[in-house]
């Protein structure tokens, strides 16, 4: 079965891997493309009272089926607007997946954000709430930032996982609009724009660290997952 995979550089590898679906593809961590994003991941570690842990492994995100047409509209949309960053999002993981390096189909749990994401994209529906700059899909650079956000459900089923997962995304910002006050009901971009990254206390703003908003599932794409803990 053919699958498709975003490498750290945003360009399109093309696998034929296995028999199944799939949502993961393990990387070897002698590959370049691990070095790479771990030391993303390491550099991004930020918060001087977070010790930096330890990763265990990671995976490329494999899209089949519906999330090549996600893909695809990314990487349209990418190219149009440009500045595409490699950026981290946290969520909430509810199954086995990635534990091992054979673990890589997702579940069917509507607890599992984790999952929800890797079989197509994110959605907007689920960017609903309060947030400081609206209804939108937050990423950072700031790995340790985004840890914030990472957790397994507490139900009997990930008791004793001990590991989380971080999610890599490649970001469309195209032209970014830097926020140095928080702004709860901004619904989208401002005009002529097609994001919002918010400016930090050193810079004027309001934040401690990084953190860039979109307002359009086709800017934000999964590339990898990290294992960590």
């Known amino acids: 079965m053919l699958h498709a995979a975003l ?5 399109v590898h093309i696998h034929n891997c296995c028999t199944s679906p799939v949502n993961l593809i393990h990387v070897e961590a002698s590959e370049p493309e691990y070095k790479l994003i771990a030391q993303q991941f390491k550099d991004g570690w ?16 494999a899209y089949s089926g519906a999330g090549l047409v996600h893909l695809a509209k990314f990487s349209d949309y990418s190219n149009k607007v440009g500045n ?11 199954c086995h997946i990635a534990e091992s390096p054979t673990a890589v189909a997702s579940c069917n749990s509507n607890t599992c954000n984790l999952c929800k994401i890797l079989k197509g994209s994110y959605h907007m529906e ?6 400081m700059f609206g209804p939108g ?3 950072t650079l ?18 004793n996982v001990k590991s989380r997962v971080m999610i890599v995304n490649h970001v469309a910002l ?15 971009a401002p005009h002529l724009y097609n994001s919002v990254t918010a400016a930090t206390y050193p810079e004027g703003g309001k934040v401690n660290y990084h953190e860039a908003v979109v307002y359009r599932e086709d800017a934000m794409c999964a590339n990898a997952i990290i294992v960590y803990e």
Do not use: C, W
Not at 7 to 11: E, K, Q, T
Not at 52 to 58: C, E, G, Q, Y
Not at 142 to 157: E, F, G, V
């Open 46 to 61: 930020k918060h001087p009272s977070k010790t930096l842990p330890t990763i265990k492994r990671i995976f490329y995100v």
């Open 7 to 11: 490498d750290a550089s945003g360009h």
């Open 142 to 159: 700031i790995s340790s930032k985004a840890d914030d956000y990472t957790s397994n459900t507490d139900d009997t089923i990930m008791k």
């Open 126 to 131: 689920r960017a609903k709430g309060a947030r």
């Open 174 to 188: 195209g032209r970014t609009k830097i926020m140095y006050e928080a702004s709860h009901d901004t619904q989208h």
């Open 84 to 94: 595409t960053l490699m950026l981290f999002h946290g969520t909430r993981r509810g």
């Open 137 to 139: 899909i937050y990423s």
